[in-house]
């Protein structure tokens, strides 16, 4: 008899109200996101306290979680912001809190108790033991470090028990150890423990002849480093790509799949997540599409995409050199029905009337829309030919398909 594990949990970034509502129309079932300080975003707007309130609301139409992150590792000045940040939560009905400092979780248990705790990749744990230490603090789900390959997350997975595991597989990576780096603190006094990453990692360098000498081998150089022309991200890491494996997770009951990109735009949630929820659904449906699937994470990579540590050896996907020969640009997201065939848009890239547009429906459902079948509208109802960015418009067309927090983007 053949018995299919349950599906994990898809759980996907919201850095303020406009990701939560498209990680929810396009399938999540869980977000997290966090408050105005110490979740590890601080270009995320994060949410104030109303706002959570009509997030979890948000989220209950939905039968969606919420887990809010309080995940920084605090300095002693900090521990004020902490105590704040749990009184801010207390009372409210989430689903977890995501934290990393056993200080946290201390300050948590007292504050907060009746709150589940996550574990934070800041954690960085990776191994059995690692895991039922948490569990004795009362963790109730652990983030399993990204530098874990296949072998190991699945030992980890046969032997701890009455825990979830969670697994990032997609998204950026990190130069050091689960996210806990010294380079921006160093160069821009920004830590990025505290949330305040820089990104230096991903700068352009540009050095002439670089030779690097290993104390016992003088005058022989152990490490060479030449660049001819124009700069190089010698630092930066591929994105983390494993939709491919999505089959093996679930094989391996791991609870959770998560999405890194609170700091990441509407539209790369949107496909990202239509994708990961299609994969897992096709899944269930005995209807796996891998080639589908990469195809339309290269149309949104700026990264090479890659398998990080989750395999031995490292296997790269499309990524922003061999992506298809395509121009599928995300030109608007839905707002909201105004009549019968008429819906308030945001627009995100200029938008002529003149092109073939596509509907990025949940499912990878991409309907096509001649240019002749709709016309656009400026705030004031009068039709205009072409729409730029930053502003609202109207988007009019009697396409049956269309919904709220959907996208629209350039045809082929």
């Not at 949330?195 to 081998?217: N, Q």
């Not at 890491?237 to 009951?253: G, Q, S």
């Not at 992506?323 to 009549?339: D, F, G, H, T």
């Amino acid at each position: 008899m053949d018995i299919t594990p349950p599906l994990p949990e898809l759980l996907c970034p919201a850095g303020d109200m406009e990701h939560l509502q498209t990680a929810l129309a396009y399938g999540a079932d869980a977000v997290y996101l966090g408050g105005s300080q110490l979740n590890l975003r601080s270009k995320a707007r994060g949410f104030s306290r109303d706002q959570l309130n009509k997030a979890i609301t948000l989220a209950g139409n939905h039968n969606a979680r919420i887990y809010y992150c309080l995940n920084a590792l605090p300095l002693q000045k900090d521990i004020s912001l902490v105590r704040d940040q749990l009184e801010q939560v207390s009372g409210l009905d989430l689903d977890g809190l995501i934290v990393a400092d056993p200080g946290v979780i201390s300050l948590a248990g007292e504050k907060v108790p009746n709150l589940k705790l996550h574990l934070s990749t800041q954690a960085n744990t990776c191994n059995e033991y690692s895991v039922n230490f948490w569990k004795k603090q009362g963790v109730k789900r652990v983030n399993l470090s990204r530098e874990l390959g296949l072998k190991d997350i699945k030992a980890i997975s046969a032997r701890v028990k009455d825990i979830e595991l969670e697994i990032f597989v997609h998204g950026a990576m990190c130069m050091a150890i689960s996210g806990r780096c010294f380079l921006s603190a160093h160069l821009n006094a920004r830590s990025a423990n505290q949330g305040l990453c820089a990104h230096p990692c991903r700068y352009e360098y540009r050095p002439f002849v670089l030779d690097l000498e290993e104390r016992t081998r003088p005058g022989v150089p152990v490490w060479q480093l030449e660049q001819e022309d124009n700069y190089s991200r010698i630092l930066s890491a591929e994105d983390l790509c494993l939709v491919k494996y999505i089959p093996w997770f679930i094989r391996n009951n791991i609870h959770s799949l998560k999405i890194e990109g609170r700091t990441k735009s509407v539209s790369y949630l949107a496909i990202v997540t239509d994708v990961y929820r299609t994969a897992l659904n096709d899944f269930a449906r005995k209807k796996f599409r891998p080639i589908k699937y990469l195809e339309e994470l290269a149309l949104i990579s700026t990264r090479p995409m890659a398998t990080g540590f989750f395999l031995k050896n490292r296997r790269f996907f499309a990524g922003p050199q061999k992506a298809p020969v395509r121009n599928n640009k995300i030109l608007a997201r839905i707002i909201e029905k105004i009549s019968s065939h008429k819906w308030l848009v945001q627009i995100k890239e200029k938008w002529p009337d003149s092109i073939d547009v596509e509907l990025v429906l949940p499912g990878l459902k991409r309907p096509a829309i001649p240019a002749m079948e709709y016309s656009l509208e400026d705030a004031s109802g009068q039709k205009t030919h072409a729409a730029h960015s930053g502003m609202t418009a109207v988007f009019c067309c009697d396409h049956d398909q269309i919904q709220e927090n959907i996208f629209i983007r350039s045809g082929d």
